[in-house]
């Protein structure tokens, strides 16, 4: 780990894949939240990426263990579904 982060931080270029989804708006009875997760499932999509629920907060608090097992399972299940 170490190692990546010493090479990734003295790199002069980091490449990766960049794509312009199209512009998207709040629909019609749609609150913030669903106009979120709608732009989170599109982006997951484009991306290649599982498109699980979690709401930022692991950014703020260590994840509780449970939590923790239950987001392994959601993305163990989505990566089987395609195999």
Same mark, same amino acid.
């Given at each position: 780990?170490v190692?990546? +982060? ?6 002069? #270029? *980091? *490449?990766?894949?960049?794509?312009? +989804? ?6 019609? =009875?749609?609150?913030?939240? !669903?106009? $979120?997760?709608?732009?989170?499932? #599109?982006? &997951?999509a !484009? $991306?290649? /990426?599982?498109? +699980? +629920?979690?709401? =930022? $907060? ?10 923790? !097992?239950? =987001? &392994?399972?959601? /993305? ?5 579904? $395609?195999?």
């Amino acid at each position: 780990m170490v190692n990546y +982060l010493l090479r990734m931080m003295s790199s002069w #270029a *980091i *490449i990766c894949s960049v794509w312009y +989804l199209p512009p998207m708006n709040r629909e019609e =009875g749609e609150d913030a939240v !669903q106009f $979120g997760n709608r732009v989170k499932a #599109a982006t &997951a999509a !484009q $991306g290649g /990426a599982v498109d +699980l +629920l979690w709401d =930022g $907060g692991l950014k703020r608090e260590k994840v509780k263990e449970r939590h923790f !097992q239950r =987001g &392994a399972a959601e /993305a163990l299940q989505h990566s089987s579904c $395609g195999r």
